[in-house]
């Protein structure tokens, strides 16, 4: 199932951080193994530049879905809900947004 970025997001690979960030032996690969966190990362959202943050939602593995905020390095992990459709639609509300999200930091 293919779900559209939430408005203000984007799923443009190369505007996420391309393979420099996403690869094999990019940062991400190499900071989620500092913390432990193995599995395939498949970066899904990205946040467009024009909001002023640079926060991206992935997958690792078949279910786990993070946030990472690349100014200050912080990483969270989502722990409800744990679908993509429904994170996406929930970032996507208005009235909730990613304050509605339950995450823990990593």
Known sequence: MKV???TAWTNDYEEIGGDMRWGEFGDIAEELRGRGIDGEIKPLFGMQPFTGEVMVLFQVGGNQFYLHN??????FQILSPSDLPTI???IDDEDKGLGALEIEEI
Request: charged content about 10%.
């Open 4 to 6: 559209p970025p939430p």
């Open 70 to 75: 690349a100014i200050d390095g912080s990483l």
């Open 88 to 90: 996406a639609s929930i």
